[in-house]
Structures are given as C-alpha cells and as structure tokens.
C-alpha cells in the first residue's frame, strides 16, 4: 500500500494546517512555556502530572521531581548512573538516544530513504556539497524518532574527532509517522544542527592527554555564515578514518536544539541553551576546529528542548557487520543499544 494512501485522513488536515502556519514563532512561544520557573511547592504536582501524561519514567531521572525548575529543565534532565549500559566492545557503535528505529539502510547513490517511496540527498541533509559527502556512499543510515516520553539528550554513538559543526535553519515540519510518510525530503528541510566526526575504529577515551567533550575546550579555526560552501574541517590525525554525521533535526515545537560537546559555541553565539530556532539567524552557521574536539563514545553530545529525530550517518568499514537485529523499523531503542552486528 502506498505510504500516503495509509495516512488517515484526520492527520493529513492536520500537516496541512501546520505546514501553513509560522512554525518557528509558534515553536519559540511553546519553547518560552516550557521554561517558565515553576515555584518550588508545585513543582512535584505540575512535572508529575506532566510524566503521567506522556508516559515518563521518572523513577530513571538523575534528580527528584522537584530538583527541575521548570518544564524544558525536566525535558532535558539527565538519567541515573547506571539505568543504561553500554557495549563491552568499544569499538562498536551504540544507539545515541532512547526512542523508535525509522527508516534503516545503505546510502547508495548519494540517498538515505526516509519512508516508503521517499528519498533524500545525504548532502542536502549535511548542508553542503563537498568531496568528504562521497566518503559516506555505501555506508549506512539509522533514522530514531524521540518522542515527548524519551530521554532528551543524544549522546555520541561512537568515540572520534569532531572536526566542524553546521546550524541549517529551516521549517519545524512535524516528525511523526504521518509526516515523515507524507512530506518529501522532510529531514532537510527542518532546521538542523549537524556534527561530522571522525573516528579511528575505536572509541577514545577521556583519558589523560586527550581533550574531551567535557574536557578543555578546542580552538576554533574559523566560523562562516550561509552559502553551500564546502564545510571541511582539519584533516583527521594519521591513520585511516571513518566518517560519522550525527544530525538533530528540530519539529513543530522542538525548534531547540543544544550542541553539549562544545559549550563555547552558545556563548560565542549569544545563544542561551539553544543554537537553533532563534530570530534573526536565518542562514547556515558552519564552525570548524583548527584541533578537533575529541569525545568519546558515551559521552553527552547534544540535546533537543522537547522531542525529535536523529540520523546518523556512518561511512563504509569492513570492521563492522550488519545492522544488529534489534535495528529495525518501529522498533524501541535504547541508549546504548549496539547499532550492528
């Protein structure tokens, strides 16, 4: 059956209705609800009312309910030492998020498919046209849907070098079943905040002489604004490397969107918590490092103010099998789960 022919009709009035409307303006006032302080004595009853209603687990969050503040606090809280594990391989790459497989698959010719009938260009997605883009043809994609009830903060599914960013301002098209089966080339055409790493086979570890994530901070070597110009970043360190894109895609009401593996960058943007969906920045935004950022496997990366989708791109590596069974479409992941095989 034809993916559009399945979506129901009260969905499709619906995508019809928001793809008209001023989707950034109404994702930053939902973005400013959500941070309103909540006074202390209430906090307990409003998040726990909240958890209830869409299904959160609150039994696996770091603090007490009425450690958050406020409603985007809680979204992006973190999870207990010791709820999620790890492979023991450190080599293998592992689910950067909780939430549900979507389309899974090889990158071939250049595409990454979204749904049934519906395809991407890899370097649409990415932002740019370049040489390195052809280092991901034959690779392969994983698309994970968050939903409100997920954990919120992406973690880095693999350990490597983090050699440029890229914000690609864009639409908040809903990400849910109905939209990613009904809207073409929905993922590059949301606002986005891409990382491409390098990794050398096996994850760094933040160990002594190594900078990580949470570590000293890179140098920047230059930053850019707009144009489809090529986004390389510094050459990897000596060795043979395989490239990995992680890329948050914001949603109608998730237009925020954090880069946690380089805090610099928000206070060199005059952002708050936010790289993403703020007024005025309405052309791409490229930040390369003169010393790439390390981090390794694990370690936090990034973080959505509400819930989205995430894709990963993973170029070829003959060390790596297929994708694990668990990787398939509708299933439910979680953080840390392997990727392949």
Known sequence: MDSQNSIPLRWKLILGLVTRLPQGLISRFTGSLAAIPIPGPFRRLVLGAFARAVGIDVA??????????????????????????????????????????????????????????????????????????????????????????????????????????????????????PAVASIPRLFPRNERLV?????????????????????????????????????????????PSVPVAVVAVGAFNVGGISALYDPAWHRDEGAGRSL???????????????????????DEFMAFHLGSTVVLLFGPDDSRGDLDPGVRPGETIRLGAPLFR
């Open 276 to 298: 993403t969906n703020r007024p005025g920045k309405q052309r791409p935004r490229t930040r390369r490092y003169e010393s790439p950022k390390r981090v390794a496997r694990g």
């Open 195 to 239: 990382a491409w790493l390098e990794t050398m086979g096996s994850s760094p570890e933040s160990a002594a002489g190594s900078e990580s994530a949470a570590g000293p901070e890179s140098a920047v070597g230059s930053e850019s604004v707009g144009g489809p110009e090529p986004v390389d970043g510094p050459e990897p360190v000596a060795g």
């Open 60 to 177: 696996e969050a770091e603090k007490p309910l009425g450690a958050y503040p406020s409603v985007s606090h809680f979204f992006t809280r973190r999870l207990r030492a010791g709820v999620r594990s790890w492979p023991s391989d450190p080599t293998m790459p592992a689910s950067p998020v909780d939430g549900r497989v979507g389309a899974v698959g090889r990158i071939r010719n250049g595409e990454a498919i979204q749904a049934k009938g519906i395809s991407y260009q890899v370097a649409e997605l990415l932002g740019f046209e370049s040489p390195r883009v052809s280092r991901l043809e034959g690779g392969t994609f994983v698309t994970l849907y968050l939903s409100p009830r997920d954990y919120h903060r992406i973690h880095a599914p693999v350990g490597g070098e983090v050699t440029w960013g890229r914000i690609l301002p864009g639409a908040l098209f809903p990400v849910n079943a």
